[in-house]
């Protein structure tokens, strides 16, 4: 019996899988352009349209989970508004405080198995009433979420629909989608992961990348001039 032990501690406790250093590699000295316009950028974002089934979206590189989170929100939100997140969200536990930084309040809502619902999402609206208060205009959640639940189609199409009927951004951390969309639990596929939220990310740090997570922007009003954001 082999006495080699696998480590579950965290993400980053090994380097790439084998085959991102062969490609690394093999194309190291081949000159591109930089800042996301090289060819490889360009055929990844074919493969992620293709994988979703549809070619009216933008797609971005990033080097983690942190800066995807905090550019979306920040390019999202208005100074004046504010991102509805569970009690355990990554933003609201972690990141040491990156989008608050930013200036935009985490209003949190408690939460037993890392989730949040319509319901809970409505409570904040009501009691944020007018211009004394910060607005919340982007709901943010997590799959999978950090306790390890992962949202099920029913949960995502009706935080989708409240959302949309509430002006709201819905934007999916998916730091951890690799490991939501393989879950014995999960009934949702990319494709129609892409049409309920606004915006997502598909997390490559912690499925056997180097470094990085592919930003997807949905909603067209997301898009605009956000390379901008990217670059600053």
Do not use: W
């Amino acid at each position: 019996m082999s006495n080699f032990k696998f480590s579950f501690l965290y993400d980053y406790s090994e380097g790439a899988h084998a085959k991102v250093l062969e490609a690394l590699s093999t194309t190291n000295l081949v000159q591109q352009n930089g800042y996301g316009e090289d060819q490889y950028c360009d055929e990844a974002r074919s493969l992620i349209k293709k994988a979703i089934n549809n070619d009216d979206v933008d797609v971005h590189f990033v080097s983690g989970g942190t800066q995807a989170n905090y550019i979306v929100i920040s390019s999202a939100l208005k100074p004046y508004e504010s991102v509805i997140s569970a009690s355990t969200g990554h933003i609201h536990v972690h990141e040491t405080g990156a989008v608050e930084a930013k200036g935009h309040k985490i209003n949190a809502i408690d939460s037993i198995d890392g989730k949040i619902t319509p319901e809970q999402i409505e409570k904040v609206l009501i009691f944020h009433t007018d211009e004394h208060m910060v607005k919340p205009t982007l709901v943010y959640i997590s799959n999978t979420t950090e306790i390890g639940t992962v949202y099920n189609k029913s949960e995502m199409a009706e935080l989708s629909k409240f959302c949309r009927d509430n002006q709201l951004y819905l934007f999916m951390d998916g730091a951890r989608l690799g490991s939501a969309l393989c879950s014995q639990d999960n009934d949702l596929n990319l494709q129609e992961l892409a049409v309920l939220v606004d915006a997502f990310y598909i997390g490559g740090t912690k499925n056997g990348a180097l470094i990085g997570e592919a930003l997807v922007l949905c909603r067209d009003t997301l898009k605009g001039q956000f390379r901008f954001h990217m670059k600053q």
